[in-house]
Each structure stands twice: as structure tokens, then as C-alpha cells.
């Protein structure tokens, strides 16, 4: 994507943006392979979302990551959507090509399955069911990666119990849904639990889900990285399953973006994750 009388930028529209870890995660990529771009956040309000990413291109802009609340939006301007940002409804990743047209895709689901099978090598996806909490933007790639890659069953619990049965219609007769208050009957079982909802993160309510039905063989993971351990994996912990914490999910989902964009695939070490959490 880059040209030789430009230097390439990418970056990340969002509203609020401040936040992002994402200007940590590519700044130290950039530095790593000293790669000559930049890559900027942008906090972009919903009325100027296409306007700003029509004129990005023109500026020098290869791509840009797309944060909340624009996810779905996006899909709307793309000339492109990949197939894994159609069964997802989001995009979180936007290529600007050199014919002018604009590519849209979902890395979140190859995020979440590379963070697990990096930290848990052995976890095989059909070894039991899974129990999915949430039924949002990062759920529907969570239950669309663990349906690609070979779960039979996606036990999903959601507040709104509408959202859940919503995906079940979508994503077939793998998926069972339970009410909120049998989220913790739903676990007993289950290989695979993960967290996909807000709750738990700071600043925000607890998940107050009973772990009574956790086996000790399951592998938990929480989408949540603020705080790095939650309260979710620290029990899990205690119980004795593998714990996975959200912050890979965020890494290995940056990492097909730079190398469309910068040309270079990147390493998610451990470097990395101390980069970003310094």
C-alpha cells in the first residue's frame, strides 16, 4: 500500500478515542521494523464519519482501525466487505486501495482465537460446549470464530434475552440460549467460557454470574483488559481452569492491519504487551 513520495499513515476513528491502546500497539511495530509512517487517532462524531473517511485517502491515509461506536456504520461506506465483517455486522478494520475503493473487515475473531490458542495451545474447540456472556458487537465475532472453527455447541446468555435469540436465528441450531439468570447453569459443562460483555471492567458493574457449575478443566477468557486480571479469571483461577485475558484479543487484532497497511507482519510477544501497558 505505501508509495515512495508519501509517507503512509493509518490510524484509529473512534468517539471517544483518547483511550485507544491502539496508537501504543503500532507506534511500537513502527519503531520495531523502523517503518516510515505514522499512525493517528481520530475522535470523529457520527455526522462526519463518511465525510472524514471519503478525504482520508486523499491525505495519505492507507487504512484506519474503527473503534465504537462506528463499527456497524462503516459497513454502510465500504465499496468491500469481507465476508467474516458480513457475519460479524462490524468492521474494525478499513484498507484504502489504490482504485480508490474502500475494503472493510473484522479481525476480531481472528484476535480472540489467536490470543487463545497462544496462550492455551492445546485448547481444541470441540472438546465441549462453549457459554458465550453477552450477545453485542464482540460476542457475535466470538460465537461466529468458535462456530468457524469447529464448536458444536455456543451456549449464549445475554441481559436482553431478544439480542441472544436474535443470533441463535442467525447463526443456526448450534447456538442455545439461556436467560440471564441461568448464565451460571449454563457454565456446568462447558470447556470454553468467555466473557463478552463490559461487565467486570473498570468503571463499570460487576459480573455477578455464580461460578458454582465451572469445571476446572475449562478454559475462561474475558474480553475485558481494564483491570488485566478481573475479577471473572481471578476465581477461575482459584478453581483451577486456564484463564486468558482480553488484552491478546486486542494485540493479535491490530496485527493483520499493519500488514496491509505497512507491508510487514508483526510479532505479539511479550514486548509487545509491555509496550502497551507501560
Not at 17 to 29: C, D, E, G, Q, T
Request: charged residues 20%; aromatic residues 6%; hydrophobic residues 45%.
Amino acid at each position: 500500500m505505501m508509495t515512495r513520495d508519501r509517507i503512509p499513515l493509518a490510524g484509529v476513528i473512534g468517539s471517544p478515542v483518547a483511550h485507544s491502546k491502539s496508537p501504543r500497539i503500532f507506534r511500537h511495530w513502527l519503531n520495531r521494523f523502523d517503518v516510515r509512517g505514522h499512525y493517528i487517532p481520530m475522535d470523529v462524531a457520527e455526522t462526519d464519519l463518511e465525510a472524514a473517511i471519503r478525504v482520508l485517502p486523499r491525505l495519505g491515509f492507507v487504512g484506519v482501525n474503527v473503534t465504537i461506536p462506528h463499527k456497524e456504520h462503516v459497513l454502510e461506506i465500504a465499496d468491500l466487505v469481507s465476508e467474516q465483517a458480513a457475519v460479524t455486522g462490524s468492521a474494525n478494520t478499513l484498507v484504502f486501495r489504490d482504485d480508490g475503493t474502500i475494503h472493510a473487515d473484522s479481525t476480531d475473531g481472528h484476535g480472540f482465537l489467536a490470543n487463545l490458542c497462544s496462550n492455551v495451545p492445546d485448547w481444541e474447540p470441540g472438546q465441549g460446549p462453549a457459554a458465550v456472556l453477552g450477545a453485542g458487537g464482540a460476542a457475535r465475532a466470538v460465537v461466529a470464530s468458535l462456530l468457524k472453527a469447529g464448536a458444536g455447541e455456543v451456549r449464549l446468555s445475554n441481559r436482553t434475552r431478544a439480542r441472544s435469540e436474535a443470533l441463535r436465528r442467525e447463526f443456526g441450531a448450534r447456538i442455545r440460549v439461556y436467560d440471564w439468570n441461568e448464565a451460571g447453569a449454563m457454565l456446568k459443562g462447558a470447556r470454553t467460557v468467555v466473557n463478552a460483555t463490559s461487565l467486570g471492567m473498570a468503571g463499570h458493574d460487576a459480573l455477578q454470574v455464580p461460578l458454582d457449575g465451572l469445571s476446572r478443566d475449562a478454559v475462561v477468557s474475558d474480553l475485558v483488559y481494564v483491570p488485566l486480571e478481573t475479577e471473572l479469571l481471578a476465581q477461575a483461577r482459584r478453581i483451577g481452569c486456564q484463564t486468558v485475558d482480553g488484552l491478546g484479543m486486542l494485540l493479535f487484532q491490530a496485527a493483520p492491519g499493519f500488514e496491509r497497511w505497512f507491508g510487514i507482519a508483526p510479532h505479539v510477544d511479550d514486548q509487545l504487551r509491555q509496550a502497551v501497558l507501560s
